[in-house]
């Protein structure tokens, strides 16, 4: 049983590109969250989500990132017009259930690096 | 304000020593509280999960204890071995019926061990 897949692990984009961060949860799993982890500090909640609902958004800066759970395929983190304080290890997780009850899975993580 | 604050912020010790590291927060409701170990440039990985009744928990040579009243936690590690180098990260989940993004993380302790 493949383990939170996240790709690419490691992204460079120039200022003003936009950048897509891809998450497969680990299988049976229905529910995922994004969090944002910047060098020396913790991880900060970004968004969850459940199939094709978005959950709870409060973590999200409320321009340029937007993130999706469609029916079929992975989650997605879309970063746009990225500026250097985006530069971050973005982090997906999943769980069976909700994360009062349930246990929760990481992937390694995506580093985007904005130049 | 819910915040999880953890020490030491960072700790080197010899091979086959033991340490403790600590966690403190002011979360509420408090709904289970749970343990990471995140090895450089990797995700994080659960070590124990405790309930507010849960005084302590072992796993392997992993030990966390719990006093709800105080709103401490300590993990304690035995006869650490090099592969025990990495950052151990608090977290505190809320207890919330409504949204699910509720997991208030430290910002870690960074153990070094040296042969």
């Known amino acids: 049983n493949a383990g939170v897949m996240q790709n690419p692990r490691h992204l460079v984009r120039r200022r003003g590109q936009e950048a897509r961060l891809r998450c497969s949860p680990m299988k049976g799993h229905s529910h995922v969250y994004w969090y944002r982890q910047l060098p020396e500090e913790g991880l900060k909640f970004m968004v969850y989500l459940q199939k094709e609902n978005i959950i709870d958004e409060s973590g999200m800066p409320k321009e340029r990132f937007s993130a999706e759970f469609p029916k079929e395929g992975p989650s997605i983190l879309r970063i746009q017009q990225v500026v250097r304080g985006d530069s971050a290890a973005y982090f997906c997780?999943?769980?069976?259930?909700?994360?009062?009850?349930?246990?929760?899975?990481f992937g390694e993580g995506s580093r985007l690096t904005v130049l | 304000k819910n915040q999880v604050e953890q020490s030491p912020q960072s700790l080197i010790i010899l091979e086959g020593k033991n340490c403790t590291l600590q966690?403190?927060?002011?979360?509420?409701?408090?709904?289970?509280l749970r343990w990471y170990k995140q090895d450089t440039g990797r995700g994080p990985v659960s070590l124990t999960i405790?309930?507010?009744?849960?005084n302590t928990k072992s796993n392997g040579r992993y030990t966390a204890t719990l006093d709800a009243d105080t709103k401490q936690s300590s993990l304690h590690i035995t006869a650490s071995q090099l592969s025990d180098s990495a950052s151990y990260i608090c977290v505190v989940i809320l207890n919330y019926g409504g949204s699910q993004g509720n997991l208030i993380f430290g910002k870690g302790t960074k153990l070094s061990v040296k042969p």
């Open positions: 997780a999943s769980s069976r259930a909700g994360t009062s009850a349930g246990e929760l899975f």
């Open positions: 405790m309930t507010f009744s849960e």
């Open positions: 966690c403190n927060y002011t979360v509420s409701p408090f709904s289970n």
